[in-house]
């Protein structure tokens, strides 16, 4: 079975999360940002998810975790509680 450990950063709007990205992309780090500004109790474990396997995130996000490179940032990605920046920290398959 797959499993993934990932961090993501939650944010209300979509061009928030692609500023978000641009700042990540241009050097600024990950955790910092989640725990300033991720809308998610995660962002002050800096956006830290912990191990899961497929099925226990929504279906967008799974999908997205579970097709990525590991330690590249995706997103914004868009769920039911708003848009996510996602880096799978590890994929692995037992």
Request: aromatic share 8%; with cysteine; net charge negative.
């Amino acid at each position: 079975m797959k499993k993934a450990t990932a961090r993501h950063i939650l944010v209300n709007s979509k061009e928030v999360c692609q500023e978000l990205k641009n700042e990540i992309e241009n050097g600024k780090d990950f955790a910092e940002i989640a725990k300033e500004m991720s809308e998610c109790p995660s962002g002050q474990k800096g956006g830290s998810l912990g191990e899961f396997v497929p099925g226990q995130m929504v279906e967008s996000f799974d999908k997205v975790v579970f097709s990525a490179e590991v330690d590249k940032v995706y997103g914004p990605v868009k769920t039911q509680f708003g848009f996510h920046l996602i880096e799978v920290t590890s994929l692995t398959e037992d």
